[in-house]
DNA sequence: GTGAATATAATTGTATACAATTATAAATTA
DNA sequence: TAATTTATAATTGTATACAATTATATTCAC
């Protein structure tokens, strides 16, 4: 809607990058789904070389898979992939949080609350997409307080193949943080406790973890793997 | 010479890639050297198209900073982002070599003596640069054994950074890393003591890091930090 | 001669044209 | 009809042309 006066001016490649991403987090580009550059081009009314400027940077973040040749599609990771990606944040953001809670100041709190409050708001009104947006936001900011900035590139990367991963593996599309975790993450913060700020922070990312369907092997279209067990058993 | 025969062929973005790269550890490039389209066009025999694919991947790997139409100019982090980039290796590398003391097996000894062996041939004939690439090789080989892939890239553009730090910063462009770190590393590993490969690493690290010549303001081009502390006393 | 204003050149940003590759449809043969 | 081959179309990869911007040189006033 608030779109509609873009059709003149000419969108930039990083707004054009957040509408594809929004897309994905929303569901309506499921993985697998091919994105071919004229249509993109069409839909944005930008030339090619936008276009794969923006697949390229959505690529290095690995929520597109970029095949020689062949084109873009989404990227489907599996579920070892998911769980190695939570692995790495456990592994970022228990430091990150512990950092974050010694440098901490006043002014920081309110920003965090304001988001978390946000991130509630869109789970309980039907904005699913929206809600994983914010939560990836909220511990984008811890790094921020934390203020390593290379480190805060690297965990943005990982948010973002996390948010990809929430909205291909969530029941229902349904937010999955709980959010009181991120209201006590914040307690622990503003408390400058180092030991309990950590001891959420990787609580809190391995019950997202779990929360997600990765037993199962949805998302999975290869059938050696499909029919594994099947044929194990003849 | 070797290169003389890819005359004819054109050469791969990847290739020209770490060409630059090279020369960048090499130091045949200096920090805030202007790197014009144009003359590696030329140099590289590619039109612009490929040049620019390699110049925003080393941007994302901020081993060169991308000024909108400004072009792009070699990196020059200062002393704070060199210790943040090293904080951030010990954070993510600490659980890397814990985790590469559990998966290790035989068949990865050999492959790290043989490129520690490789690092220190390089270190005392006067290859530098090469010695510092081996030494990232090293390292990006630990999070193979540890086998978590999104890990493993985020520590690759970690590595890449440091390189270009340690060709910053060592003083006299002599091999930074003290061989015998690597070594007792391997041993750690080896013996499967996650502890002691931790504490290793961590402190490796840390003497590679107090090796650097960070407090000098070298490399510093700012007029306003290099007058502060006279402009302070009047 | 110094500094501002202007003109010129060089460089980057974007769009497009063409080549190479891959995907799809049609035709041929068993 | 099913499979294989061939022809056609669609798509991606690369080079280049043009537009927009920035850097450099020149001119002019003082």
Same mark, same amino acid.
């Given at each position: 809607?608030?779109?509609?006066?873009?059709?003149?001016? *000419?969108? &930039?490649?990083?707004?054009?990058? !957040? #509408?594809?991403?929004?897309?994905?987090?929303?569901?309506?580009?499921?993985?697998?789904?091919?994105?071919?550059?004229?249509?993109?081009?069409?839909?944005?009314?930008?030339?090619?070389?936008? $276009?794969?400027?923006?697949?390229?940077?959505?690529?290095?973040?690995?929520?597109?898979?970029?095949?020689?040749?062949?084109?873009?599609?989404?990227?489907?990771?599996?579920? =070892?992939?998911?769980?190695?990606? /939570?692995?790495?944040?456990?592994?970022?953001? !228990?430091?990150?949080? +512990?950092?974050?809670? =010694?440098?901490?100041?006043?002014?920081?709190?309110?920003?965090?609350?304001?988001?978390?409050?946000? =991130?509630?708001? @869109?789970?309980?009104?039907? *904005?699913?997409?929206?809600?994983?947006?914010? &939560?990836?936001?909220?511990?984008?900011?811890? +790094?921020?307080?934390?203020?390593?900035?290379?480190?805060?590139?690297?965990?943005?990367?990982?948010?973002?193949?996390?948010?990809?991963? $929430?909205?291909?593996?969530?029941?229902?599309?349904?937010?999955? @943080?709980? !959010?009181?975790?991120?209201?006590?993450? $914040?307690?622990?913060?503003?408390?400058?406790?180092?030991?309990?700020?950590? #001891?959420?922070?990787?609580?809190?990312?391995? =019950? @997202?973890?779990?929360?997600?369907?990765? #037993?199962?092997?949805?998302?999975?279209? !290869?059938?050696?793997?499909? /029919?594994?067990?099947?044929?194990?058993?003849?």
């Amino acid at each position: 809607m608030r779109q509609k006066l873009n059709r003149l001016k *000419k969108p &930039s490649e990083a707004w054009i990058y !957040d #509408q594809v991403f929004s897309a994905i987090l929303d569901q309506r580009l499921m993985p697998d789904t091919k994105l071919t550059e004229k249509d993109l081009c069409d839909v944005f009314g930008v030339s090619r070389t936008i $276009i794969r400027k923006v697949l390229l940077r959505l690529s290095i973040d690995r929520v597109v898979e970029l095949r020689p040749n062949r084109g873009a599609v989404i990227a489907a990771p599996g579920p =070892e992939e998911v769980r190695e990606i /939570f692995e790495a944040r456990r592994l970022l953001e !228990d430091g990150i949080v +512990a950092e974050a809670a =010694e440098k901490y100041g006043p002014e920081d709190a309110q920003a965090l609350k304001e988001i978390a409050l946000r =991130e509630r708001e @869109c789970a309980y009104s039907g *904005k699913p997409g929206d809600a994983i947006r914010l &939560s990836g936001d909220f511990h984008l900011r811890l +790094a921020d307080i934390a203020g390593n900035r290379p480190l805060r590139e690297l965990l943005r990367q990982l948010v973002a193949q996390t948010s990809l991963a $929430i909205s291909l593996y969530a029941p229902g599309g349904v937010s999955m @943080c709980d !959010d009181d975790d991120h209201d006590r993450l $914040i307690a622990a913060i503003a408390d400058g406790n180092r030991g309990l700020s950590r #001891q959420i922070m990787h609580e809190h990312l391995s =019950e @997202c973890e779990r929360s997600l369907l990765l #037993q199962t092997e949805q998302g999975c279209n !290869d059938l050696h793997t499909v /029919f594994a067990d099947v044929m194990a058993a003849e």
